[in-house]
């Protein structure tokens, strides 16, 4: 789903944490069928790290249905209603099994991230990426996971282009007072590195 562009993104962004020994494990929140969590286990096993986790987090239900009353700016989303997006964490493990690379550095987190990250247990991550599409879910995991992001890690934001990440990306870095410049990748992907 995501494009050459956020691919070849997330090789440099695990690649550099890799080469420059960045401490912490690797999460995407919001997975769908799992493909860039593969991409970043194969990565890892490409270059025989034998040490970091790739965490695994979503409902493998769909997105969650709206919750305007505390978060007016997903009023009106439609995202729950999209039945492809709810892949069955089974069909995910099934496909990180075509690819040889369902073991125990893979750790799923299944349920709705307001439910599961807040109790996470990594101490620390080096890669974190946000593809959750709502505010509320790009919310929940800036402010669960990104006080756990090491120095010199990076974020990375799939949905800067629908209004309600948009607006959870914004307001998050005006409070926590993130002044990294985030960068374009392409006409939704953006990403920083702390500092
Ligand atoms: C657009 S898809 C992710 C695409 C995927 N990153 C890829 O590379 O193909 C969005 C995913 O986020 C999950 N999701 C969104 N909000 C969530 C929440 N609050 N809690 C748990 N899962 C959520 C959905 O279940 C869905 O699998």
């Known amino acids: 789903m995501i494009g050459l562009r956020r691919l070849d993104n997330l090789l440099y962004c695990v690649e550099t944490v890799l080469k420059e020994d960045i401490e912490g494990d690797l999460i995407e929140t919001g997975v769908w069928r799992g ?8 990565i890892l096993a490409a270059h025989g790290d034998t040490r970091r986790k790739v965490y695994v987090a979503d409902s493998f239900e769909g997105l969650p249905r709206p919750d305007p009353g505390k978060y007016p700016a997903d009023n009106l989303d439609q995202h729950h209603q999209i039945e492809h997006l709810a892949v069955s964490q089974a069909e995910v ?35 974190l990426r946000l593809d959750g599409d709502m505010y509320e879910s790009t919310m929940d995991a800036l402010s669960n996971l ?9 974020c990375i934001v799939d949905d800067y282009a629908l209004a309600g990440c948009r607006s959870a990306v914004d307001e998050f870095r005006a409070s ?13 992907g953006v990403y920083w590195r702390k500092q």
């Open 35 to 42: 493909g860039a969590c593969i991409f970043m286990r194969g």
């Open 93 to 127: 493990e099934n496909n990180f099994k075509k690819y040889g690379l369902l073991d125990e550095q893979v750790v799923f987190l299944k349920g709705w991230f307001k439910d599961t990250l807040p109790q996470a247990e990594m101490e620390k991550l080096a890669v």
């Open 146 to 154: 990104y006080p756990k992001l090491s120095r010199g890690g990076f």
């Open 176 to 188: 926590a007072g993130i002044s990294e410049p985030m960068h374009e990748l392409d006409w939704t």
